[in-house]
DNA sequence: GCCATATTTCTACAAATACAGAAATACAGG
DNA sequence: CCTGTATTTCTGTATTTGTAGAAATATGGC
């Protein structure tokens, strides 16, 4: 019989906390709205100048909101000279999204899981 | 050609602001918690006291998230003579898993999105 | 080294959120 | 109607978050 260890649960509640972070870093709409930005420019992403123009906020608040997708994993960055550029991280995504859906539809037992690791790049 | 009227912006943005608010509702490990449990008890859901049981956190603070998990549409409520008996909604967590997924794989054009429609309940 | 541009950090503040003890409400049963 | 149990609301506080102006930093070109 398969006993959890405390460490189990631990690492469970360690992911769970993490997809939390997650879930709150896509909360509000200014950040999902960034997120759908570099996902439709995806894999070029777009440097801040670019998502500037689009959002009309100030740099400050769009820089602050930058550091948190990134600080959660959802956008990774690289220089290119004086500009950064940022793009949409699949990986976390897609985790995110296999999370959502073991969640939501294994447990459930509707579809078999399967279907979905192939999602996202 | 389609033209996009304002009208149609306004929807998508008052769309995105509400997953943005169900992304939030599901932004703490508290409330992911909880969806955990419920849709693991799902289709039946559970009482306050047996989430209470579950949680370890006072009564006031689990009325607190449940009372916003509700208000996000994630979750449904239904009276037992004293207890209130709480389930996962499924629906809403469908379109959160779709709105996901089209924007995270439709876009990146990796997988086709039919596979995702018959998701969840 | 200096200048111009891009972006972030600093700083501050208002608003939202998490939390929880205590009181209030809702219901079932006697 | 009174009692006990279930759950929420009230209340207050501490923390986090969103926002943004101003200053600072980073980079490339002259």
Redesign the interface.
Known sequence: MATTTKRDTAER?AE??R???M???????A???I??LL??A?PDGLVVGELAAELDIPNSTLSHHLDKLKHEGLVLVSREGTFLRYTAN?EA??A??GF??A???T??K??EPK?ML????
Request: net charge positive.
């Open positions: 509640s769970l906390e997809y939390a972070d879930f709150s870093a896509m909360g509000t709409a950040r999902l709205r997120l759908q996902l439709t995806h699949t995504l897609q995110l999204l959502l859906y969640e939501c539809c447990r459930n509707v579809v279907r192939a999602c996202c790049k």
